[in-house]
């Protein structure tokens, strides 16, 4: 699970929802209605204190630049209008921003070009699903928010047959610069390395592409982000499924430049600040992802 480009993540964008809308039209089905994040947009009261210590440059224009890969559902999204970008990443750290006095501005993106849009100073927070690992953390600030593993999922019954833990001689979906990437190549090195057919992986630059190849049969199974996986699934109307356990749970992180430590260190205590006021639950919540909420946030975390 180590990736300096990528930590995770998502699932249906636009893209892959429309993708997905046609796939099911062709079956005679309909999309689901009953849709996560229902509800009115969650928001966190400003803190005086902690708004006195975003550092000038951060607070100078009143918002905070966020780079976002937006076809990540249900993380970070792009709503129905293909421009808002929504999901549970999104409306909490909508309410961390308001906690400094301060209004979160997204930019989509692909996903491995975020964190070098971090570095680079682009963007002043990465904001999207990145896992949190030794490697990214050598080139930028992060501060957890959430856990998630792991989860596979494949149609309905299995028909390739595909076992999690010897996929040797299947096609397998993965997001472009994901921990997954690096996982489902080192299970291909393993199966070369036992004189078994390599797994073929076919990379995505969007999550919602991979799901979509699935949904349509062009690949056996994907690997994603927990959370993720368990949205892809509700949202296909019955053509997809969960395969395996969620495995390797670690936490989310908002990366931030590495020389911006002191920045770092006041989201960490407004994500702790939305904890304690309840804003935290109430949005993870709304979206049915409280399963991977934390109680203590922490800069760089090690294990």
Do not use: H
């Not at 099911?24 to 947009?41: N, R």
């Not at 989509?108 to 680079?120: R, Y």
């Not at 792991?150 to 921990?179: F, L, R, Y």
């Not at 690997?223 to 670690?250: R, T």
């Amino acid at each position: 699970m180590f990736n300096i480009s990528a930590g995770r993540r998502a699932v249906l964008g636009v893209t892959g929802t429309a993708l997905l809308a046609l796939s099911l039209a062709g079956c005679g089905e309909k999309e689901s209605t009953d849709q996560p994040g229902a509800g009115p947009t969650v928001s966190a009261a400003a803190d005086s204190a902690l708004a006195a210590k975003v550092p000038d440059a951060v607070k100078a224009d009143g918002v905070i630049k966020v780079g976002t890969d937006s076809t990540y559902a249900p993380a970070e999204f792009l709503d129905a209008d293909g421009k808002t970008v929504v999901g549970f990443d999104i409306e909490l750290f909508n309410a961390v921003a308001q906690k400094l006095g301060l209004k979160a501005e997204y930019e989509s993106a692909p996903f491995d070009a975020i964190l070098p849009g971090v570095d680079s100073g682009k963007y002043e927070v990465g904001v999207s699903s990145f896992t949190i690992n030794a490697d990214r953390m050598k080139t930028v600030n992060m501060v957890s928010y959430f856990s998630a593993g792991t989860q596979w999922a494949t149609k309905p019954g299995n028909p390739a047959k595909v076992d999690t833990e010897n996929a040797c001689g299947k096609k397998i979906a993965v997001q472009v610069g994901t921990v997954q990437l690096d996982d489902i190549t080192a299970r291909s090195k393993k199966c070369t390395d036992a004189g078994k057919p390599a797994i073929t992986i076919d990379q995505y630059q969007a999550q919602s592409d991979a799901t979509a190849a699935v949904v349509s049969g062009k690949d056996d199974a994907m690997l994603a982000d927990s959370p993720v996986g368990a949205y892809a699934v509700k949202q296909s109307n019955g053509q997809l499924e969960l395969l395996g356990d969620i495995y390797e749970s670690a936490p989310y992180g908002y990366a931030v430049k590495k020389d911006q430590a002191a920045f770092a260190e006041v989201l960490k205590e407004a994500v702790a600040a939305v904890i304690a006021d309840g804003s935290y639950q109430t949005a993870l919540k709304k979206w049915g992802v409280e399963g991977g909420a934390i109680t203590t946030p922490a800069l760089n975390p090690t294990s």
